[in-house]
């Protein structure tokens, strides 16, 4: 577990009071982007570092919490969520990050995944989705693109891979927004979107591996993708918006949100916003608070025979 140092005045928040010992990723993993995207966002919004908690599971993303200076943990593989969820519960006061990769999220965590959308307690779930496994060096992972040849499939990957937008989308996720390492302004125009929301926020990043899959994401090419725009949704990138489609989109309409989800081509944006979807920890709070104080000693005379 990491801890924060509050900063010692009162002058406004820098990302050199976040930053903590140099990352060690490879060279060029979208990693450090996501990160320095995460630290621009609080230093935009002054997000108390002694208020926040950063949570990952395992994997290359799970170095996160160490690399951002607040309160961290970095937890088991795939259990980031309930560790989240306690929190909520007993400190709905702190801003709750949750850092996860495709495989952490989607394969030993999928079944906390569901769960947490579905209880959509306060979070931002941010999925860093290079689409492999690479901290075990090049593994296929739930969405691995089918063919693509990795260590354990090394003719190719052999099935089609599960797409984290829809799947989000069908259990019932009250936001659900999708944007990549390598769009710095979008990512943090993501992120503010995300921490303004009340409930269970899904952030979907594409990241780049360049060190096991550098043909994936062409990121100096915009053929392959579209801007989302809404008036409550989230601007373009500004450095290449104009360098590809823009679709106008209103990210309370599910049945589109769908549509967008099950196609083969790319939407970075806001996919689907519900403000309205009840939460687990504002729920269980206010049970809690009805029930009122009682003699701890006498919690079980009713049991009594």
């Known amino acids: 577990m990491t801890t924060a140092t509050e900063p010692s005045s009162q002058s406004p928040l820098t990302i050199k009071e976040l930053n903590t010992e140099n990352p060690r990723w490879c060279a060029g993993c979208g990693d450090f982007s996501i990160i320095m995207g995460i630290k621009r966002f609080m230093v935009n919004q002054a997000i108390a570092p002694h208020n926040t ?4 599971g395992i994997g290359c993303s799970g170095r996160a919490p160490f690399y951002i200076n607040t309160y961290g943990v970095h937890s088991i593989h795939g259990r980031a969520i309930p560790v989240a969820t306690g929190l909520s519960l007993t400190r709905p006061e702190l801003n709750l990050f949750i850092h996860s990769g ?19 307690f306060n979070c931002v779930f941010v999925l860093y989705d290079n689409e492999l496994y690479a901290l075990t060096k090049s593994q296929t992972s739930p969405t691995t693109r089918q063919g693509h040849k ?17 799947m989000v989308l069908g259990i019932g996720a009250s936001f659900v927004a999708n944007t990549a390492d390598w769009m710095p302004d979008h990512l943090v125009n993501t992120l503010e979107a995300a921490y303004r929301h009340k409930g269970f926020s899904f952030v979907h990043v594409s990241q780049r591996c360049p060190h096991f899959d550098p ?27 104009d360098k590809t489609e823009q679709l106008q989109h209103d990210p309370s309409d599910l049945t589109a949100a769908f549509a967008l989800a099950n196609t083969d081509r790319t939407y970075f944006g806001l996919l689907y916003h519900d403000p309205a979807k009840p939460r687990y920890d504002t729920l269980m709070q206010e049970q809690v608070a009805a029930a009122g104080s009682k003699d701890r000693t006498k919690i079980l005379d009713k049991y009594k025979i």
Do not use: C, M
């Open 102 to 120: 495709d495989g952490d999220a989607i394969s030993i965590g999928g079944n906390h995944l569901i769960h947490g959308l579905n209880k959509n």
């Open 150 to 166: 990795t260590n354990t499939q090394p003719a190719g990957t052999y099935l089609a891979p599960i797409k984290a937008l829809r």
């Open 215 to 241: 043909y994936n994401f062409e990121h100096k090419s915009t053929d392959w993708f579209s801007f989302l725009t809404h008036e409550k949704g989230i601007p373009p990138d500004k450095r290449i918006a």
């Open 53 to 56: 908690v950063n949570i990952s």
